[in-house]
């Protein structure tokens, strides 16, 4: 059992940087590929990024590569999501994610702990 705990959402004007955190519960953090995902409203929840255990290994979605970097601590049990020149359309919540599976998966089925989310709204 794994849960998550997201935080270092808020208000940021086009062009600025936010640092998200997603703190774990559980021995086990290090075993788990971690995900973020997001939902804007009236839209469905979408991958933005993945890392596999080790850190190793990193997955993006389009919309977000060179702008946006997952990031994971496994002494601290926390990942990260640091997001630089963001842009209106990347307000949503955002959610990480535990899945216990290989290989680093961008489906949301594929996840099986879910955080309650964290909300990131982005100002023109």
């Known amino acids: 059992q794994v849960q998550l705990v997201e935080s270092g959402g808020g208000l940021v004007q086009a062009g600025g940087s936010l640092r998200l955190s997603c703190a774990a519960s559980g021995r086990t953090f290090s075993r788990y590929t971690m995900g973020w995902f997001r939902q804007a409203p009236g839209k469905e929840r979408e991958f933005v990024a993945a890392?596999?255990?080790?850190?190793?290994?990193?997955v993006y979605a389009d919309s977000v590569k060179g702008r946006f970097t997952i990031s994971r601590d496994n002494a601290k049990n926390t990942v990260y999501l640091q997001m630089n020149s963001l842009k209106p359309e990347d307000t949503a919540v955002y959610y990480c994610?535990?899945?216990?599976?290989?290989?680093?998966?961008?489906?949301?089925?594929?996840?099986?702990?879910w955080g309650q989310g964290t909300q990131v709204t982005v100002s023109s």
């Open positions: 994610a535990a899945d216990g599976g290989l290989p680093i998966s961008r489906s949301l089925g594929a996840y099986d702990y």
């Open positions: 890392i596999s255990w080790s850190g190793s290994s990193t």
